[in-house]
Nanobody
């Protein structure tokens, strides 16, 4: 079963930084846009960012734009989510997934367009 694997979640203080990693196959990175999502307790899963497979262009949800950066390293088969200026409201389980419908991000990722979900990685922002 194809699956992406997230890692890097941790407990961090407000204002701190964290980098999440998403391991994927060469095929997935070449043909599918990759999205980052998060789900806080009691809330629906929401899109955070997207990186296109075609040209590496990115899209961000409004609350993270300017604080979060998505990049990819095709040689390492990895997609990263660099998170800076973290706040308690960023606390959630973070997931990466592949958009089987697009190679290029059209906006903030929406859950129903994505597949091959990983197991998630917990990010907790607290003092």
């Amino acid at each position: 079963q194809v699956q992406l694997v997230e890692s890097g979640g941790d407990l961090v203080q407000p204002g701190g930084s964290l980098r999440l990693s998403c391991a994927a196959s060469e095929f997935i990175l070449q043909y599918y846009a990759i999205g980052w999502f998060r789900q806080a307790p009691g809330k629906e899963r929401e899109g955070v960012s997207c990186i296109s497979s075609s040209d590496g262009s990115t899209k961000y949800e409004d609350s993270v734009r300017g604080r979060f950066t998505t990049t990819r390293d095709s040689a390492k088969k990895m997609v990263y989510l660099q998170m800076n200026s973290l706040q308690p409201e960023d606390t959630a389980v973070y997931y990466c997934a592949a958009n089987l419908m697009r190679t290029r991000c059209s906006g903030t990722p929406v859950v129903h367009e994505y597949a091959y979900w990983g197991q998630g990685t917990q990010v907790t922002v607290s003092s």
